[in-house]
């Protein structure tokens, strides 16, 4: 049986007032200034706590490609070309996912990104 969360009746105040911000939030390292900008609007705080999601993947992302690129990409050929291959899918999912959190928070939707949505209750701020 699912938890109610908080960010299932977000008023319509709260949408109308903080689109802008909430759209600027997926956009990488940006999702602090919605986060301590305006802690008390819900529709905000739901968007930047995903979008800080998105920049721990982003991050993450970014340190398994160093590794690669230092271990596995060495290898001649073969490592360079699935790197390439894994980075530009990668890179573009992101790219993705990130222009569909701007989209939906423009529009003043509340929509969760598959995985990572389900985790915002998670984020503490």
Known sequence: MPVASRY?????????RGRL?????YLPGLCFIGLLGAPENAFIGFHARQGFLLLLLEVLLTLFFWIYDGTLGR??????LVGYIVKFVAWTAMLLVTAFGVAKAANG???RIPYLGDQVERVPF
């Open 21 to 25: 911000l909430a759209a600027v939030a």
């Open 109 to 111: 939707e509340v929509a």
């Open 8 to 16: 299932d009746s977000i008023s319509p105040e709260d949408v109308e």
């Open 75 to 80: 290898v001649p050929y073969l490592g360079p």
